[in-house]
């Protein structure tokens, strides 16, 4: 419409250096990002979809577009990092898994080792020796081992536990909290 003409989409001020929110694109992310998409990815869902076709100004202001791109960016951060967390979180649960059914399965082959060796031993234990128990020490290195990428495996593997990763920081992030007491 005529009386939005010079109006700014998102600030409602009038601007005499504006883009045209359908036809432009601007810088954000090493890329170039229609505007149109960028509104669309950072308004809130309560409020109706962006329409080429309907009646509001169809430009914004540049300072608009720099706080949109600000955003737009925060965006994209905001849900690499919870990406980020959610494969560290499902792999501390996995790695949690494994540790109890291990404990579980260890625990119960002794039971059995103990009962077996109950029923071996003599009534009378009074020469016996006591068994001296003595903590294992495992040293592990703490390496990211890249492998080939030829093959379909992920390229980052943990040093300690083997585990694959696509990602070098995810591999990192994985040791980070996965293996902070080793």
């Keep these: 419409m005529d009386i939005f003409e ?3 989409r998102t600030c409602g001020n009038e601007c005499l250096e504006s883009l045209g ?3 432009e694109s601007v810088q954000a992310l090493d890329k170039m990002v229609p505007i149109a998409e960028m509104l ?3 308004l809130p869902a309560s409020l109706p979809a962006l329409e080429q076709a309907d009646d509001y100004p ?3 202001c540049r ?7 600000m955003a737009y960016e925060f965006s994209h951060q905001w849900l690499g990092a919870h990406s980020e967390f ?5 792999f ?5 898994r494994s540790l109890a059914s291990r404990s579980k399965s ?3 082959a002794k039971c059995h080792e103990v009962k077996s060796r109950d029923e071996q031993l003599p009534t009378e234990t009074a020469d016996a020796v006591p068994l001296k128990i003595e903590p294992a020490v495992a040293v592990a290195s703490a390496t990211v081992e890249i492998t080939n990428g030829s093959d379909s495996r992920p390229g980052f593997k943990c040093g300690i536990c083997n585990e694959s990763f696509h990602t070098e920081k995810a591999c990192k992030f994985h040791f980070k909290f996965s293996h902070k007491e080793q």
């Design 21 to 23: 929110i359908y036809e």
């Design 40 to 42: 669309a990815a950072c």
């Design 92 to 96: 501390e649960q996995r790695r949690k």
């Design 86 to 90: 959610n494969v560290a979180l499902k």
């Design 63 to 69: 300072i608009c577009v720099k706080k949109l791109s």
């Design 106 to 108: 260890q625990s119960q």
């Design 6 to 8: 010079s109006c700014c």
């Design 58 to 60: 169809k430009q914004i």
